[in-house]
């Protein structure tokens, strides 16, 4: 059951400082805290939260995709496997990179799933790696949003 709390790494010291202007304001009907924190306390609640199994989390990486791949032609190539979701990261230049990221349902999906490794979708054949959560999370979001508790910490990331 979530905690409520919250943990987030912001991108540069303006958005911290709006964080902070939220300390000890309402956000529905509850009531938040927003404490700045350092780099080291937020790797410590970041390997805590990766050890934390609530339920069976499994991650693939598919390499080598053609640009025009979508996420139905991803989960038709992964036919046998449970997928929970499918990410196509993009390029600075919003152009898809050639790489997805898939949450599978369990680590027998992931098993499946690897039996595909330089199987072809489309002209290409895709290389199919295992991930864990942690590159996973790194690779599909802007900014890293880990739910902890009901206190929002907040690194700035500067002195990572």
Partial sequence: RP??????????????????????????????VIEETNSETYNKHIRNVENTEIEEIAFIRLKGLDWNTTEEDIKKFLHDCKVKKVVITTNERGKPS????????????VDKARKHNREYIGKRFVVVE???????????????????????????GMDM
């Fill in 3 to 32: 905690s409520g709390d919250a943990l987030v790494r912001l991108l540069n010291k303006i958005d911290l400082e709006r964080a902070l202007k939220c300390n000890k304001k309402h956000l529905h009907d509850r009531f938040v």
């Fill in 98 to 109: 050639g790489d997805a990221f898939v949450q599978l349902e369990s680590e027998a999906d």
């Fill in 130 to 156: 295992k991930i864990d959560q942690s590159q996973y999370v790194r690779e599909t979001q802007d900014s890293e949003i880990i739910i902890k508790k009901t206190t929002a910490t907040v690194s700035t």
